[in-house]
């Protein structure tokens, strides 16, 4: 079981964690929920050794202290990370980034059965193993760098925000995955930003508010909890879905506290609604002002009156571009009339008469030749000493 007592973590003299306790068992999947800038990942790198703040606290695996030692050693005691933003080497094969994953020695002597573990937990990196890595999808570039961590074989798995980035459909195939993987024996501390999906797969749960562990429970009582709905859930407290709500830091007379916020959805006006005409029949309006003497296609209803009461000087200079836009468009749209039925009469003989029928649009094809990328990569043998 890896527990963590009293854990404190500061960048400089700002405060990242506040003695935050939690424990994750073998075979348990438990969730941090928290807004951003709560002190998750931080959480998540401190235990793993990689924090570049100040830490002090306790951290046990089995009861073996962690706190002192390395990252590797971190590592080879059976505690491993998966980062947020996945941290595969792109330029490296997809077998290539799983053998990295048992480099170290304990993991290194069951490399063989690890690597057919993680093949058979995700078939796809199966098909995929000479590919490089930064050509694949972002949800296979997960389930790499998620397969990389099962490599060095760890009795504690991390994870920091693995649905970033990732579709629904990904994200639900995903968190089944995660399932498999706790299934396996191994214990997953989970820190995601979908709290549904999350709340769903997991055993347990904490609360982690302004640096500090506000509350513990079950995964099914905090999923079915009015202030963790309204917070993480997006559910009202009569059951309804919000617009948008969150855990915003509130002072009181010198005193930090929580607040539930909840935020009022704002009328919406149409366009039409704001200036008080309909803005299909003002753009006809300055397209037909646009053509001078040409008369307009459709009568509008928008008198000159109207125009100028509603027109300020933002509108007005839209107006301007659009009468510009119009006067352009049937210059054009003549000339290229009258190119074409010149361009057509010349290429006919000069002895027969031009008939209308003789007078066709002359049409030119382009073809442009492809353009090809090569990327070559040197073969070699891929040691590790």
Not at 293 to 306: D, I, L, Y
Not at 329 to 338: C, E, H, K, P
Request: hydrophobic fraction near 40%.
């Amino acid at each position: 079981m890896l527990e963590v007592s009293n854990l404190s973590a500061f960048y400089g003299k700002h405060p990242a964690l506040q003695d935050v306790s939690l424990r994750v068992g073998l075979g348990e999947i438990v969730v941090i929920l928290g807004a951003n800038g709560a002190g998750k990942s931080t959480l998540l790198r401190a235990i793993s050794g990689i924090c570049e703040g100040k830490v002090n606290g306790n951290v046990t695996l089995n009861l073996a202290p962690l706190a002192e030692l390395s990252p590797d050693q971190i590592v080879e005691h059976g505690v491993a990370l998966v980062p947020e933003g996945r941290g595969i080497f792109g330029d490296l094969t997809v077998k290539e980034n799983l053998l990295l994953g048992a480099y170290l020695n304990q993991a290194r002597r069951d490399e063989s059965t690890n690597f057919d573990r993680v093949l058979q937990l995700f078939p796809k990196l199966r098909e995929r193993q000479g590919q490089v890595a930064h050509t694949m999808s972002g949800g296979e570039q997960q389930m790499l760098a998620i397969g990389r961590a099962m490599m060095s074989a760890p009795q504690i798995l991390m994870l920091d925000e693995p649905s970033l980035g990732l579709s629904p459909l990904l994200c639900k195939e995903l968190f089944q995955n995660l399932v498999t993987v706790k299934k396996l024996g191994i214990g997953i501390l989970l820190v995601e930003q979908n709290a549904k999906q999350s709340l769903a797969i997991a055993d347990r749960g904490y609360l982690l508010e302004n640096t500090r562990i506000k509350h513990e429970d079950t995964a099914a009582r905090l999923a079915t909890d009015p202030a963790v709905q309204k917070a993480y859930l997006g559910v009202g407290s009569n059951g309804a879905h919000t617009t948008k709500t969150n855990i915003v830091p509130v002072q009181s007379n010198g005193v930090q506290a929580s607040s539930l916020v909840e935020a009022r959805p704002q009328p919406r006006y149409t366009a039409n609604q704001q200036i008080g005409l309909n803005i299909e029949d003002l753009v006809q309006h300055a397209s037909a002002t646009s053509a001078d003497s040409m008369p307009a296609t459709k009568p509008t209803s928008v008198t000159q009156a109207q125009v100028d009461r509603v027109v300020t000087p933002r509108l007005g200079a839209v107006l301007e571009e659009i009468e510009l836009a119009a006067k352009n468009a049937r210059t054009r749209s003549a000339m290229q009339r009258t190119t074409v039925t010149t361009t057509a009469k010349s290429i006919a003989s000069p002895s027969s008469p031009t008939t209308a029928s003789d007078v066709k649009p002359l049409v030119i094809e382009i073809y442009r030749r492809p353009r090809v990328q090569v990327f070559r990569r040197r073969d070699g043998d891929f040691e590790r000493k």
